[in-house]
Structures are given as C-alpha cells and as structure tokens.
C-alpha cells in the first residue's frame, strides 16, 4: 500500500504565507513526479506546480513567483511554499506523486493525498 499524506493548510490574511507539505509511505520502489494540485468547488482541479525526478520545475501562471515547491527525495515528501495569498488561492491543496510501487505490482500509478483546505480572507 502507498499513502500520501498533506499538512499546513489552515486559514491566513491576504498577502500571508503557509507552507504544505506532502510525505509519501509505503511500498515505494521509485517516485517520479510529484506535483500539488487545487480545487475550488464547482472548478476542475488544476495543476498549482510540479517537480519531476529529473529537476524540471513547471508553475502555473497564477501561483509563478509567490509560490516555490521543492522536494526531498530521502523522505519522500514535497513542499509547496505560498507567499503573498490572494483570496482567490482559496482552495483544496492535493499533493499528487507518480509511483512505482515494490512487491509484484509493476508499472507506475498516480497517488492523491486526501486534500488539505487553504483559506485566504480577513
């Protein structure tokens, strides 16, 4: 089995900061992308940032130069850093990683953590 698990949400002022992060466990052979996604209800997620294995880093125009995600491929686990919110960042946070599990299960999977709420108002 593979987990995903997020933490750091929570409710913060215009123009504040908050960091996520996403730890993966589990029978993990290998992890290749790792990525944060968001969703407002009634909206489709969309892609926040991604991180391959290879160093490739790629934004969404609405989160580029406020936010900053990173990676520690030892634990398993990435970080998406929000500088200066808008209200309009208000959403549910997914941490989303490819993996390619151990044991007889062959191929490579995407995994979802259960989703961390992030509230940006006064």
């Known amino acids: 089995q593979v987990q995903l698990v997020e933490s750091g949400g929570g409710l913060v002022q215009p123009g504040g900061s908050l960091r996520l992060s996403c730890a993966a466990s589990g029978s993990i052979f290998s992890i290749n992308a790792m990525a944060w996604y968001r969703q407002v209800p009634g909206k489709q997620r969309e892609l926040v940032a991604v991180f391959t294995s290879s160093g490739t880093i790629n934004y969404a125009d609405s989160v580029n130069a406020r936010f900053i995600i990173s990676r520690d491929n030892a634990k398993n686990a990435v970080y998406l850093q929000m500088n200066s919110l808008k209200p309009e960042d208000t959403a549910v946070y997914y941490c989303?990683?490819?993996?390619?599990?151990?044991?007889?299960?062959?191929?490579?999977?995407?995994?979802w953590g259960q989703g961390t709420q992030v509230t940006v108002s006064s």
């Open positions: 989303k990683a490819q993996i390619r599990p151990s044991g007889g299960r062959q191929g490579w999977f995407d995994y």
